[in-house]
């Protein structure tokens, strides 16, 4: 089975460009109640994952960084700890698990990298778990 019927396309997807800042980024991530967000460049393409952690370490490890001056610091600044592999559009279900077992969210991609959206673990694992037990 093809992923396109699992996906959750980037207009349902929050996401981050590489132009947003460490404020930016604090506030989408607590608005979303998400772990880690996709990146996409100034083009729509996928370039990385930002996690909460992350944004942290950068605050912990720069001196004179705060919360009141976090938004003049660009995310391209933070060093990214994970990246999210991404897969092609017309990937197959099979070729997730490995992805999905390391990553809550795995990110799609067309041919020229343009972010599409993302298959969410939980729903592979949904897929899976109804189709081992019918």
Known sequence: MEIRSFLLPKEEVSFLTTAATMKTAVDKLDACHYTAIPLIDEDGKYVGTLSEGDLLWKLKRTPGLDFDNMHEVSIIDVKKRIYNECV???????????LA????????????????????????????????TD
């Open 101 to 132: 077992a390391d990553q809550n969210f795995v990110p799609v991609v067309d041919d020229d990298r343009l972010f599409l959206g993302i298959i969410r673990r939980r729903d592979i694992i949904e897929y899976y778990t109804r189709n081992i």
């Open 88 to 98: 092609a559009v017309d990937a197959h279900m099979e070729d997730m698990l490995t």
